[in-house]
């Protein structure tokens, strides 16, 4: 057929036409040939939390290599060229971007469905929590809190929503006495709340434990405490009253918030004492009085001045004394302990007030050798701490860290003192609450150290530092603790205790049997918390009946070191060890049946926890007291343990059993336990009542 010039024209136009339709034409890049991309995999929505980023992804087919390029909200995103792309870490303008991916081939380009970027907020992170202050009447306070991801906060006070108190601080402009309690602060946006720590306001100082009145036996102290609450650091001045007078003498020295007496007589009966309290505000607080009650009673020694650790020459025969006080005859016998052992050996001979140490006793090989004394009388015995020799250039440390309290947000300084004729190099150590490991703090390899913030978190940490002088032996310092914030309480018996092996839970009058009359039983309870130790009291009652003649083995109250490895189920063995024998402490031992190189029983004592150290020694034992179990009788005895700075005293239905000095772990676990074995006794503890505070001074 023969077509016209014309026809030919139109015939090729409409070929053209139908090829750039097929090619995908009409709006898409210019086609060269092929088909155009096919997106089999579309972009998903994404939702990410504020700071995460975002991935977005396709797939395609095509003619030839595939190239894409990213679009954010329509325009462009500079080098997002591949069929992943990651978004930077989101904000919350963010929230609903479209994204779209062009793929192109050489065909052409096809524009994938948009993804919507949906960013929410995440939970609000409280950063720095308020901490508790002390302030003085009409002094203004702020609290502060330091939170990320936060758009609206609000205080509450004594758990009640404080009004228009709905910024990060909260002002108090005039404190008062309405003004003191417990406040947190509710942090929200739009994901939820998260409400703080609870920071306490204290105004003006109250005090919060009074001198409580004491029974002593003639040649015994007594000891005497006061506590306070509010503007610390707080000065003492202690008073005597003599009997039959009504006014009070200042005691000369008696400036810290314990005082003890010398060694008293009966011409001291009736005496009281009380004790003024001034705080940094200037404010000043007398106590109430506290009455001494002294009696003809018979009673184990008490040391006054222990033996202390010495730095000797190779060679040198130093003496080490002790000074005791006590119904007569005082016997003594002195103990040395080798360096590296953890038990003291009798030395022969070593009968007397003093030991002088002969010299081949002061070798190299005896440097950190420790010696102790035991102080006897036909009541009793005291034994004092081990007093450390450090021979030639050995180290000894003549100030140990002590424990620190802080509020929340604080910075908490550890630090010692020790001596050498080289130099020294320190590294401090830490173990978590808790926890048995220690691990060594990076930097701090000074004799302080400071960590310059602290949480509540942080409370029980416990810290010691090893000191070298890459010559002699490192010595390891004694354990301090930190504590932020309030301090952990101990409830009664109703709750919150837990049972270990046959103690049964609380019954409903509060009281909890340890053991029952059958032979072979363990029992305890334990506080699942750690406590401070610094300002102890402690006043329960033992009940025992049913009792087997003889009685059984007796029952025990420890506390017990976490950072030697004692434990929330830890208990000791059935028979010998009133199921306190292998809790790693200082435990108190009440006991009333006589084992193997027991004392005559029954006694009351305190020593160590761990095996090794059991009876090795008693520091100190009272064996002039009551029966604490009778075969077919109720027995019960009141009993008061105060611990306060290191100082011990315990009593016996109101009569003080004995006072020293005891190295308890700066921070606990609070055990009581009994057992039997082939005789038996029901043991229940009840009345129980703890209190626990920072020390004063």
């Given at each position: 057929?023969?077509?016209?010039?014309?026809?030919?024209?139109?015939?090729?136009?409409?070929?053209?036409?139908?090829?750039?339709?097929?090619?995908?034409?009409?709006?898409?890049?210019?086609?060269?040939?092929?088909?155009?991309?096919?997106?089999?995999?579309?972009?998903?929505?994404?939702?990410?939390?504020?700071?995460?980023?975002?991935?977005?992804?396709?797939?395609?087919?095509?003619?030839?290599?595939?190239?894409?390029?990213?679009?954010?909200?329509?325009?462009?995103?500079?080098?997002?060229?591949?069929?992943?792309?990651?978004?930077?870490?989101?904000?919350?303008?963010?929230?609903?971007?479209?994204?779209?991916?062009?793929?192109?081939?050489?065909?052409?380009?096809?524009?994938?469905?948009?993804?919507?970027?949906?960013?929410?907020?995440?939970?609000?992170?409280?950063?720095?929590?308020?901490?508790?202050?002390?302030?003085?009447?009409?002094?203004?306070a702020t609290l502060s809190v330091t939170a990320t991801n936060a758009?609206?906060?609000?205080?509450?006070?004594?758990?009640?929503?404080?009004?228009?108190?709905?910024?990060?601080?909260?002002?108090?402009?005039?404190?008062?006495?309405?003004?003191?309690?417990?406040?947190?602060?509710?942090?929200?946006?739009?994901?939820?709340?998260?409400?703080?720590?609870?920071?306490?306001?204290?105004?003006?100082?109250?005090?919060?434990?009074?001198?409580?009145?004491?029974?002593?036996?003639?040649?015994?102290?007594?000891?005497?405490?006061?506590?306070?609450?509010?503007?610390?650091?707080?000065?003492?001045?202690?008073?005597?009253?003599?009997?039959?007078?009504?006014?009070?003498?200042?005691?000369?020295?008696?400036?810290?918030?314990?005082?003890?007496?010398?060694?008293?007589?009966?011409?001291?009966?009736?005496?009281?004492?009380?004790?003024?309290?001034?705080?940094?505000?200037?404010?000043?607080?007398?106590?109430?009085?506290?009455?001494?009650?002294?009696?003809?009673?018979?009673?184990?020694?008490?040391?006054?001045?222990?033996?202390?650790?010495?730095?000797?020459?190779?060679?040198?025969?130093?003496?080490?004394?002790?000074?005791?006080?006590?119904?007569?005859?005082?016997?003594?016998?002195?103990?040395?302990?080798?360096?590296?052992?953890?038990?003291?050996?009798?030395?022969?001979?070593?009968?007397?007030?003093?030991?002088?140490?002969?010299?081949?006793?002061?070798?190299?090989?005896?440097?950190?050798?420790?010696?102790?004394?035991?102080?006897?009388?036909?009541?009793?015995?005291?034994?004092?701490?081990?007093?450390?020799?450090?021979?030639?250039?050995?180290?000894?440390?003549?100030?140990?860290?002590?424990?620190?309290?802080?509020?929340?947000?604080?910075?908490?300084?550890?630090?010692?003192?020790?001596?050498?004729?080289?130099?020294?190099?320190?590294?401090?150590?830490?173990?978590?609450?808790?926890?048995?490991?220690?691990?060594?703090?990076?930097?701090?390899?000074?004799?302080?150290?400071?960590?310059?913030?602290?949480?509540?978190?942080?409370?029980?940490?416990?810290?010691?530092?090893?000191?070298?002088?890459?010559?002699?032996?490192?010595?390891?310092?004694?354990?301090?603790?930190?504590?932020?914030?309030?301090?952990?309480?101990?409830?009664?018996?109703?709750?919150?205790?837990?049972?270990?092996?046959?103690?049964?839970?609380?019954?409903?009058?509060?009281?909890?049997?340890?053991?029952?009359?059958?032979?072979?039983?363990?029992?305890?309870?334990?506080?699942?918390?750690?406590?401070?130790?610094?300002?102890?009291?402690?006043?329960?009652?033992?009940?025992?009946?049913?009792?087997?003649?003889?009685?059984?083995?007796g029952f025990a109250m420890t506390l017990g070191d976490p950072s030697?490895?004692?434990?929330?189920?830890?208990?000791?063995?059935?028979?010998?060890?009133?199921?306190?024998?292998?809790?790693?402490?200082?435990?108190?031992?009440?006991?009333?049946?006589?084992?193997?190189?027991?004392?005559?029983?029954?006694?009351?004592?305190?020593?160590?926890?761990?095996?090794?150290?059991?009876?090795?020694?008693?520091?100190?034992?009272?064996?002039?007291?009551?029966?604490?179990?009778?075969?077919?009788?109720?027995?019960?005895?009141?009993?008061?343990?105060?611990?306060?700075?290191?100082?011990?005293?315990?009593?016996?239905?109101?009569?003080?059993?004995?006072?020293?000095?005891?190295?308890?772990?700066?921070?606990?676990?609070?055990?009581?336990?009994?057992?039997?074995?082939?005789?038996?006794?029901?043991?229940?503890?009840?009345?129980?009542?703890?209190?626990?505070?920072?020390?004063?001074?």
């Open positions: 057929m023969m077509l016209r010039s014309g026809g030919i024209q139109l015939l090729a136009a409409t070929l053209a036409l139908l090829v750039m339709t097929a090619c995908g034409g009409g709006g898409k890049s210019t086609p060269s040939s092929g088909q155009l991309p096919t997106i089999t995999q579309q972009p998903a929505n994404q939702t990410v939390t504020v700071g995460q980023t975002a991935t977005f992804n396709v797939t395609a087919t095509g003619t030839g290599p595939l190239t894409y390029q990213w679009f954010g909200s329509g325009t462009a995103i500079a080098g997002a060229t591949s069929s992943t792309y990651t978004t930077p870490a989101t904000a919350v303008g963010n929230n609903n971007s479209q994204f779209t991916v062009t793929v192109t081939d050489t065909a052409g380009s096809t524009k994938s469905n948009p993804a919507t970027l949906t960013v929410i907020l995440s939970l609000p992170v409280i950063t720095m929590q308020p901490a508790s202050v002390n302030v003085c009447n009409n002094a203004s758009t609206s906060y609000q205080w509450s006070f004594n758990g009640s929503p404080i009004a228009g108190a709905t910024s990060s601080s909260y002002f108090i402009a005039s404190a008062t006495t309405i003004d003191a309690g417990s406040y947190t602060v509710t942090v929200t946006n739009a994901s939820g709340s998260v409400t703080s720590q609870a920071a306490t306001v204290l105004v003006g100082t109250s005090i919060t434990s009074n001198p409580a009145s004491l029974s002593i036996a003639q040649g015994q102290t007594a000891a005497f405490s006061v506590a306070a609450a509010g503007g610390a650091p707080f000065s003492y001045q202690w008073y005597a009253i003599a009997p039959g007078s009504t006014t009070g003498v200042t005691i000369a020295g008696a400036t810290l918030s314990t005082y003890t007496t010398p060694v008293e007589g009966i011409s001291s009966n009736g005496s009281q004492y009380y004790v003024t309290l001034t705080d940094t505000c200037g404010k000043v607080l007398t106590s109430t009085s506290a009455t001494l009650t002294v009696t003809l009673g018979n009673v184990p020694p008490t040391i006054i001045t222990p033996p202390v650790g010495q730095t000797a020459s190779i060679g040198s025969t130093p003496t080490l004394s002790v000074t005791a006080v006590g119904p007569p005859t005082l016997t003594y016998q002195w103990y040395r302990i080798p360096a590296g052992s953890i038990t003291g050996t009798a030395i022969s001979g070593a009968t007397a007030a003093s030991y002088t140490v002969p010299a081949t006793n002061t070798t190299v090989s005896n440097d950190q050798d420790g010696y102790y004394v035991i102080v006897s009388n036909s009541y009793g015995q005291a034994a004092s701490q081990p007093a450390i020799l450090a021979i030639g250039t050995g180290i000894q440390i003549t100030q140990q860290p002590v424990t620190v309290y802080v509020s929340a947000g604080g910075s908490a300084t550890f630090s010692v003192t020790a001596t050498s004729t080289l130099p020294l190099n320190y590294q401090w150590f830490e173990a978590a609450p808790g926890s048995s490991s220690f691990s060594a703090i990076s930097g701090a390899t000074g004799a302080t150290y400071t960590q310059a913030s602290t949480a509540t978190t942080d409370s029980g940490s416990v810290f010691h530092v090893v000191v070298s002088n890459g010559s002699t032996a490192s010595v390891t310092s004694s354990s301090a603790s930190i504590f932020v914030g309030a301090l952990t309480s101990i409830g009664s018996l109703c709750s919150g205790w837990l049972p270990l092996g046959n103690a049964l839970p609380a019954s409903s009058s509060c009281t909890i049997q340890l053991s029952a009359a059958t032979n072979n039983q363990v029992g305890g309870i334990v506080w699942p918390n750690l406590i401070s130790t610094g300002n102890l009291q402690l006043s329960f009652t033992f009940t025992t009946n049913d009792s087997t003649s003889p009685p059984a083995d030697l490895g004692a434990t929330i189920t830890k208990i000791g063995s059935v028979g010998s060890g009133l199921g306190a024998d292998g809790i790693p402490g200082v435990v108190f031992v009440f006991d009333d049946y006589r084992d193997v190189n027991d004392p005559p029983v029954p006694y009351i004592a305190v020593g160590r926890g761990e095996t090794a150290l059991w009876q090795s020694p008693y520091f100190n034992l009272n064996g002039n007291i009551p029966p604490l179990a009778t075969a077919g009788t109720t027995v019960s005895h009141a009993y008061v343990v105060s611990i306060v700075q290191g100082k011990i005293t315990v009593t016996m239905d109101g009569l003080q059993l004995f006072s020293g000095s005891v190295a308890v772990p700066p921070v606990a676990y609070l055990y009581f336990s009994a057992s039997t074995g082939n005789f038996n006794e029901q043991t229940v503890i009840s009345n129980l009542s703890v209190t626990v505070t920072a020390p004063s001074n």
